[in-house]
């Protein structure tokens, strides 16, 4: 009887995804704000990447909005797990091949971390999969030593700092122009590494505080296990 | 039908097949790492679709970050289902 019910509302809900999908046209009309987003942004923001444009500038109250609820996400999760969890990862030593391959992939994990976030705004990525990238490098290295630990004093201050530096742009342009985040650095020409104004300083800070809080939150994770 | 299409429509067979096994499956630890196949094909099928933002989010999250909290749950937990 359940399953019955699961299968019927199952193909119910898969029903309308069907005709909500087979009526979207894939890369064929661009109109509205698609169509401006396409022909206006690089002319506007400097910004060879589309995606990082919307993303920082044009919908950038929304980016500090959903940092926001990643840093609330991190600080929640440690609180709960506070008491819980231990001094230290209890997890048992990798092999010597696991931990070898570790110790030579982790540099250049974060280095493609780090390219990823300072290159947003020209190629695709950014600041949070950049972050996402570096905790994956990090997450190597917490699996394999046993003994590899991270301050969290220091995490917290990379984190606060750069969700401030974040604030304080936007500010200043809200002091220097008419709205929170505007563009007051010169644009400089598309496709340059220092070019399109505010947005690689905000990318960065963001790649660094996502790289930061994931962290923070593997770390507390992993030590809950005893 | 183009190449393109073939390759998605293989893809996506191999997404449902993913999906199915880590249903079926009573090894909690297989069945994660079935979830984190879905999202390396899901990584490419959004690289093919012109979405690389999208794709470079779904490799690191979805398939690394992710699955690491299904382990420690399920280390935290029994590994088999009943």
Redo the contacts between chains.
């Keep these: 009887m359940r399953k019955a019910i699961a299968i019927l509302l199952l193909a119910i809900v898969g029903y309308y995804f069907i005709n909500v999908f087979i009526h979207m046209p894939?890369?064929e009309k661009r109109e509205g704000v698609g169509k401006y987003y396409l022909e206006n942004t690089v002319k506007e923001t400097g910004a060879a990447?589309v995606?990082?444009a919307i993303v920082v500038s044009y919908r950038g109250f929304d980016t500090l909005g959903e940092v926001t609820v990643l840093f609330l996400a991190a600080t929640g999760l440690g609180a709960i797990l506070f008491g819980k969890r231990g001094e230290k990862r209890r997890l048992q030593g990798a092999s010597v091949i696991v931990k070898t391959t570790s110790m030579m992939l982790y540099p250049m994990v974060v280095l493609l971390g780090a390219y990823?976030f300072v290159h947003g705004h020209l190629t695709?990525?950014?600041g949070?999969?950049g972050g996402?990238?570096i905790?994956?490098g990090v997450?190597l290295m917490f699996m394999s030593y046993r003994h590899f630990n991270v301050s969290h004093n220091a995490l917290t201050w990379i984190e606060s700092l750069a969700g401030l530096t974040f604030a304080t742009v936007g500010l200043i342009g809200l002091a220097l122009g008419t709205t929170f985040l505007q563009n007051f650095l010169p644009l400089g020409t598309p496709n340059d590494l220092v070019s399109a104004g505010i947005i690689p300083i905000i990318y960065i800070a963001v790649g660094f505080k996502v790289g930061a809080e994931?962290t923070g939150v593997?770390d507390n994770?992993?030590k809950?296990?005893r | 039908m183009s190449w393109l299409a073939v390759l998605v429509l293989v893809l996506v067979v191999v997404q449902i097949i993913a999906a199915l096994f880590s249903v079926w499956q009573k090894d909690l630890l297989l069945a994660a790492l079935g979830t984190s196949a879905i999202s390396v094909v899901l990584s490419v099928l959004f690289y093919l679709?012109?979405a690389?933002?999208v794709?470079?989010?779904e490799a690191?999250?979805g398939v690394?970050?992710s699955t690491?909290?299904f382990v420690?749950a399920i280390?935290?937990t029994d590994r088999y289902e009943e």
Excluded: E
């Design positions: 894939f890369g990447n995606v990082t990823v695709p990525g950014g949070f999969q996402a990238i905790a994956t997450l994931l593997l994770m992993l809950t296990i | 679709l012109q690389p933002d794709a470079l989010t690191a999250i690394a970050l690491i909290i420690i280390k935290k």
